[in-house]
């Protein structure tokens, strides 16, 4: 069974720094990664998608990796600014297993960054 | 980018009574449409999956009879919570997949359910 895990739970970061979300996951048979924000009381915004064979996507500040191999991604955030404050959610589409075609979520990294 | 409605936003119901959610996607066909449950401070759990014209597949511990899901177009999904306890109190977010392509979910706004 797919678990995916995201580390850390919480962070909280002066305006200005970068920093590095990370994710997990031990099934590597996926189709791909996204990730997602949310805000408070809100649905999920995705913010990047990346395809089981490829390495990372870049938007704006945001770049994500993927090392599928290993079971990992990691989210940068270049820059950060308070408007970036909100849960941070990785899932991935599995590709085999119980899960086939679904998407399996992580608990999310509250993100907080201060002025 | 791909948009998908719900609606309402907010409904607070007495116990017993049934609530009917929509989830509309508004710039795309959504040929499958996935309803999930999140409770505070945890993530999403994903109730069923549903494609269009066809009944839904409900993951396990989820009570169909519960959940009703319809799925009757390509744009327009429901789900009726029927029979509503206060446990039933949660967040539904609604998300659709369809003809765009490297199959990208697309999320609905969420459903704030609150049963008194």
């Known amino acids: 069974k797919q678990e995916v895990t995201q580390i850390p739970a919480a962070l909280s970061v002066p305006e200005g720094e970068n920093l590095v979300l990370n994710c997990s996951f031990t099934?590597?048979?996926?189709?791909?990664l996204q990730w997602f924000r949310q805000d408070p009381g809100k649905g999920l915004t995705s913010l990047l998608l990346?395809?089981?064979?490829?390495r990372e996507q870049t938007s704006g500040r945001l770049n994500a990796s993927l090392d599928k191999s290993s079971g990992r991604s990691t989210l940068y955030i270049a820059a950060s600014q308070p408007g970036d404050s909100a849960t941070y959610l990785c899932?991935?589409?599995?590709?085999?297993?119980?899960?086939?075609?679904?998407?399996?979520f992580g608990q999310g990294t509250i993100l907080t960054v201060h002025p | 980018g791909a948009v998908v409605s719900q609606h309402p936003s907010r409904v607070i119901c007495k116990s017993g009574t049934s609530v009917k959610i929509e989830c509309r996607s508004l710039?795309?066909?959504?040929?499958?449409m996935f309803w999930y449950r999140q409770f505070p401070k945890q993530s999403l759990m994903l109730m069923a999956t549903?494609?269009?014209?066809?009944?839904?597949?409900?993951e396990q511990g989820v009570e169909k009879d519960k959940f009703l899901i319809n799925h009757a177009s390509l744009t327009l999904s429901t789900l009726t919570v029927t029979s509503a306890h206060p446990e039933d109190s949660s967040f539904y977010i609604c998300?659709?997949?369809?003809?765009?392509?490297?199959?990208?979910?697309?999320f609905g706004p969420g459903t704030r359910l609150t049963v008194l």
């Open positions: 710039d795309f066909q959504a040929t499958t």
């Open positions: 998300s659709a997949r369809g003809d765009r392509g490297y199959h990208e979910q697309f």
């Open positions: 549903s494609n269009e014209g066809s009944k839904a597949t409900y």
């Open positions: 899932a991935v589409r599995n590709a085999g297993g119980t899960s086939y075609g679904k998407l399996t």
């Open positions: 990346i395809q089981s064979s490829q």
């Open positions: 099934d590597s048979a996926i189709y791909n």
